[in-house]
């Protein structure tokens, strides 16, 4: 048996975006590979057709798509370098009966989605310039005048909201989505969404005559929360009729259209910027909004792993019934809210990371059983092989579960043993920390793991307070440093008693985003480990206020404080705080683009350490962002993962 290698992640396929046709006689899905010669990735969309799949295009850029018939698909993309309009977007369309995929419409400005509408035309989500508001006519004297403003203020940025930028993205300029009308026969975009006001999660109506969504206006230093409404426009006639909108103790997250009424999520705020959302009803014919069922866990999966790329459907309405993915405890599972209760589907330890619906068939792509992702059918029958001949032979570690009781309450983690484990030796130990912190370790294949079980390492990884899949127990609020440390170093006390052959002289420990965080603070709390690598991490809460992507509230509501009104206990929870107390040889991992959490907040820590006459050092990365360990270029995330193992291989004893 073999050691997963490495480079692992660049011989598996990523599944994302499993859809049904409207009839359910085919599905799609998209399947993404890591293309080591451009240092990129290809994705191609393929066709699931009577137990067997096809690959429908191989251009190696098409990723979302719709069905628009049992036979058409419709897709974007860029595959000339044709027209001057560095805004347009252009889709195309394919026949599953075969042949090439043709040009269908192309648009003057980018559009994230369509809807179609009976007669052929659609709704359009596109992107609105702020001085550029009529772009979508698609006039060349406008878009003239847009690049010539561009290029000459291309040297500087005017800054007039928050945030002012997007992780990996760079400066949002101000831009945000409207909804417009697009009749297909002029081939014209109509707006049909106020300027100034940026739209999400737009949902037709079942009769294709009103279509829901959720506003928010676009305005100088915009909170991320507190603002946002739920719409109805009248398609015949424009008026547009608020539903719901936010409050002190109402905050809405999403919406799905059912037959008899629309679901709404929405939360209590309870448990601050994390608290998970209820389902609330919205009676189609009052306008009256009514708690409809009390869910008080998350929706979607968030599981960790690594060997992802793209997302999907985690939510849909059949009817009246709502299909829904939720993280529970360490799993995410297929659940169904009918009639107010909510009830398992598909309850299986691992992670459903998307699925689709129809009829009575269902469609999930999966990490079940310790294999990379695949496909699943509703009975839980694997019905792909993409990443099977890759993993063959491999050693790959199962999780063994170590629950510790903690005051009341339960921590639970795992241990995966070192390849050609024998209880007579002994082994060095990594403690893998996850992001978040509202996230959680589950049974699944996490690639750079399994990677170092198959150096000889034992891995442990644990989901102490702060934690998803619990309820509440994600209510970390003003606890940072505190708790979960507690929780964290209880966890690997209890691993050590549990495996005497794990060498504690020769401990290692690394985490990101959150994990970043906690190593940070590790290093200035205990000297129990002989190297620690800190990636993307925050270090000085009162720094990194006001710069994150998400928002200027996140720090005031992680920590309790401000930085004016509780200045001491945000420098309290800040790691920086104790740098002077290190004494652990320390790697910090970064990357340039990284603005959820900046680069400033890893240079912070290890010029500390360097101060202190600590061993350190930090690798930074151009052109990556806080996705680099998931979705960063192959040759990064190579340098990234052989960097980290190499601090720690050299550091032991």
């Known amino acids: 048996m073999r050691p997963v290698a490495v480079d692992e992640f660049c011989h598996l396929k990523f599944l994302s975006n499993v859809t049904f046709s409207p009839e359910g006689t085919t599905a799609c899905l998209t399947v993404t590979e890591a293309d080591r010669k451009k240092n990129g990735y290809r994705s191609c969309l393929y066709l699931y057709r009577d ?22 698909i419709l897709f974007p993309g860029k595959r000339d370098e044709g027209g001057k309009n560095s805004l347009e977007s252009r889709y195309y369309r394919i026949s599953l009966s075969g042949g090439e995929a043709e040009p269908a419409y192309t648009f003057p400005i980018p559009v994230s989605r369509l809807l179609p509408l009976p007669g052929g035309d659609f709704l359009a989500v596109g992107t609105t310039f702020p001085g ?22 291309e040297d500087y940025e005017e800054i007039a909201q928050v945030p002012w930028w997007w992780n990996g993205a760079t400066y949002t300029k101000g831009a945000y989505e409207s909804l417009f009308y697009y009749d297909a026969r002029r081939r014209s975009l109509r707006r049909l969404t106020e300027l100034n006001v940026n ?40 008026a547009c009729t608020q539903l719901a909108a936010d409050s002190e103790h109402f905050s809405l997250g999403g919406l799905e259209v059912g037959d008899s009424f629309l679901l709404v999520l929405a939360s209590d705020n309870r448990c601050g910027l994390n608290t998970d959302t209820d389902f609330y009803r919205l009676d189609y014919d009052t306008g009256e909004l009514t708690l409809y069922a009390r869910h008080g866990q998350s929706i979607g999966s968030s599981v960790g792993s690594d060997v992802r790329y793209g997302g999907g459907r985690a939510l849909k309405m059949v009817g009246d019934t709502c299909y829904f993915i939720t993280t529970r405890y360490d799993s995410a599972y297929l659940y169904r809210l009918a009639d107010g209760v909510i009830s398992p589907v598909v309850e299986r330890d691992g992670s459903v990371d998307c699925f689709d619906v129809c009829g009575d068939r269902l469609l999930a792509v999966a990490l079940y059983d310790m294999r990379a992702q695949e496909l699943y059918d509703g009975r839980g029958k694997r019905l792909s092989r993409f990443n099977e001949a890759a993993l063959r ?6 999780p063994r579960p170590l629950r510790v009781q903690r005051d009341g309450y339960e921590i639970h983690g795992f241990v995966l043993e070192p390849m050609d484990y024998d209880p007579a030796k002994t082994y060095p130990v990594i403690l893998d920390v996850h ?4 996230t959680v370790y ?3 294949f996490y690639h750079e793991m399994q990677y170092w079980a198959g150096k000889g390492y034992f891995v442990i990884f644990c989901n102490p307070t702060g934690s998803d899949g619990r309820g509440e127990f994600m209510d970390i609020r003003g606890k940072y440093g505190t708790v979960d440390f507690d929780d964290i170093m209880a966890f690997c006390d209890a691993a050590l008693e549990a495996y005497p052959s794990m060498d504690a002289e020769n401990f290692f420990e690394t985490g990101g985003s959150y994990g970043g965080f906690m190593t940070n603070w590790i290093i200035g709390h205990t000297d129990r480990f002989r190297a620690c690598a800190s990636q993307r991490s925050i270090s000085n809460w009162f720094s990194f206020y006001g710069v994150s992507d998400i928002g200027v509230e996140f720090a005031m509501d992680q920590n309790a404080a401000d930085p004016w009104a509780d200045p001491e206990k945000l420098w309290f929870h800040s790691p920086m705080k104790y740098a002077d107390r290190v004494r652990t040889p320390t790697l910090f991992i970064h990357s340039f683009e990284d603005y959820r959490c900046p680069i400033d907040q890893g240079y912070q820590m290890f010029t ?39 601090w720690f291989d050299s550091h032991r004893l």
Do not use: W
């Open 51 to 72: 137990g067997q799949f096809r690959k429908l295009t191989t251009f190696g850029k098409e990723s979302s798509f719709q069905y628009l018939d049992e036979d058409t």
């Open 199 to 238: 739209v999400s999660d737009v949902k037709l109506s079942r009769d294709k005559k009103s279509v829901y969504f959720l506003s928010a206006p676009v305005r100088p230093l915009l909170p991320m929360t507190g603002a946002t409404t739920l719409c109805r426009l009248d398609l015949a006639n424009g």
């Open 442 to 444: 589950g049974p699944v």
């Open 132 to 153: 550029f508001e009529e772009l979508y006519l698609g006039e060349s004297r406008l878009l003239a005048a847009y690049e010539k403003y561009r290029k000459e203020n």
């Open 393 to 398: 032979g491999k050693y790959v570690a199962r």
């Open 608 to 646: 500390s350490l360097i101060a202190h006459g600590v061993e350190s050092k930090m690798v930074c990365f151009r052109s990556e962002n806080h996705e680099l360990s998931r979705s960063g270029k192959p040759a990064h995330r190579l340098k990234r993962l052989n960097e980290i193992t190499a």
């Open 435 to 438: 992001g978040g912190p509202k």
